[in-house]
């Protein structure tokens, strides 16, 4: 799996140390503050770039984690569910010309989405860093006992 240069103590909190994810995170980040100063009119034609932007984003983490087949992202996939739930109902809204609705959702998921990134995802991280080490250590196991 590619990383990125930076330590993960490092830099900025959404900084996970995983470079595909903090790609998507940078530029959803990026993409929250460019959605926010477009005029009206486009802020409507834009919006649902951005939570198809986002729903990429969730899919790519939930991949990883079906692939660690653990419990405790439950918690985790439910504030995905819950987050692209209420972006969802936001569009309907902003179909019907509550522009101010669709404001105040991205400016909620501007605030919320670092929180979530170092505090769910980086709990991710850190069981995708446990299972390369357990594997590592049964190979290192592996190749001694023989
Ligand atoms: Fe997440």
Do not use: C
């Not at 009119?41 to 087949?69: C, G, N, S, T, W």
């Not at 504030?79 to 109902?89: F, K, Y």
């Not at 902003?94 to 998921?109: K, N, S, T, V, Y």
Request: glycine share 4%.
């Amino acid at each position: 799996m590619e990383t990125t240069e930076t330590p993960r103590s490092g830099g900025m909190a959404y900084r996970l140390g995983i470079a595909a994810l903090d790609r998507s995170h940078r530029e959803l980040m990026d993409a929250f503050v460019t959605l926010q100063a477009l005029p009206d009119e486009q802020f409507l034609h834009r919006y649902p770039d951005l939570v198809a932007k986002i729903e990429r984003d969730f899919r790519q983490e939930e991949a990883m984690m079906e692939k660690l087949d653990l419990p405790s992202f439950q918690t985790h996939m439910e504030q995905h569910a819950r987050v692209l739930n209420a972006l969802h109902h936001a569009a309907s809204s902003l179909m019907q010309g509550d522009i101010e609705l669709g404001r105040r959702a991205i400016m909620l998921l501007a605030d919320w989405f670092p929180y979530h990134i170092d505090t769910m995802d980086r709990r991710l991280v850190m069981a995708i860093d446990t299972s390369a080490a357990r594997r590592h250590l049964r190979t290192d196991n592996s190749e001694s006992s023989d």
